[in-house]
Nanobody
């Protein structure tokens, strides 16, 4: 099994910044992609940002220019730097990873989530 643990969520004012982190652990041979999803109350989960092991990134249009995703591959860790936060960014943020075990079997895993609240 693969476990993902997120941290860094907090209550911040509009225009503020937060840095989320997520570390994967388990019998991992390689992780080829990691990403962040978010889900607000009463809304569907949506992809915020993703990054491959080679460093290729993808962002939701709503966060482009404000959020930056990065990885430390050797530590199986992904970060999400969030700047210029808006109230509509309020959600539970979930980390996800895709990769392979040593056996060659593929896996997909989710973290427990970390709450981000943007409010005055």
């Amino acid at each position: 099994q693969v476990q993902l643990v997120e941290s860094g969520g907090d209550l911040v004012q509009p225009g503020g910044s937060l840095r989320l982190s997520c570390t994967a652990s388990g019998s991992i041979f390689s992780i080829y992609a990691m990403g962040w999803y978010r889900q607000a109350p009463g809304k569907q989960r949506e992809l915020v940002a993703s990054i491959t092991s080679g460093g290729s990134t993808n962002y939701a249009d709503s966060v482009k220019g404000r959020f930056t995703i990065s990885r430390e591959n050797a530590k199986n860790t992904v970060y999400l730097q969030m700047n210029s936060l808006k109230p509509e960014d309020t959600a539970v943020y979930y980390c996800t990873a895709r990769g392979t075990y040593y056996s060659g079997t593929n896996f997909g895993s989710w973290g427990q989530g970390t709450q981000v609240t943007v409010s005055s």
